[in-house]
């Protein structure tokens, strides 16, 4: 596993197509509301400079492309929406895992712990270890995959 820090829109559409990370799994740690993806604010002279800025939607994700990868797992409130998961499934990735509502932190955390011990440690399928990570109960059930 390796951690690699989205720092720009133009830095997260390499990440995206594949050119910085041909990651199986993509982990988008973030906030959302019901446009898509928040990003971070740029300095006014960085802005200008980037294919997009504020919210990474669907729309953004069809344009851009996804590289071919296993799973792209979004803890951002309200990111469980259909059309993000058809863009990034179109786009080449076998699942899509988002809240569809609001979970406290709590809940995220124990969900990504869950589903990945399930995944990576146990061998589960994505199905099953997504199964057994809503078992936690609470707010872990808001999570959904689509493949």
């Known amino acids: 596993m390796r951690l690699l820090p989205v720092r720009s829109p133009r830095h997260l559409a390499d990440v995206l197509n594949g050119t910085l990370s041909q990651a199986k799994h993509l982990i988008f740690s973030c906030h959302g509301d019901d446009r898509g993806m928040i990003l971070d604010r740029l300095a006014p002279e960085l802005e200008g400079q980037q294919p997009f800025n504020d919210v990474l939607t669907p729309g953004l994700v069809a344009e851009l492309g996804c590289s071919p990868r296993s799973a792209v797992l979004s803890t951002g409130c309200t990111t469980g929406t259909d059309a993000l998961a058809r ?3 179109d786009g080449g990735c076998a699942a899509y895992l988002a809240p569809r509502r609001s979970p406290g932190g709590a809940a995220v955390l124990a969900f ?8 990576l440690t146990l061998g589960a399928s994505l199905a099953d270890a997504v199964t057994g990570a809503r078992g936690l109960g609470g707010d872990t059930e808001l999570f959904r995959l689509w493949t």
């Open 87 to 89: 863009a990034f499934l």
């Open 112 to 119: 990504v712990s869950a589903f990945y011990y399930q995944v």
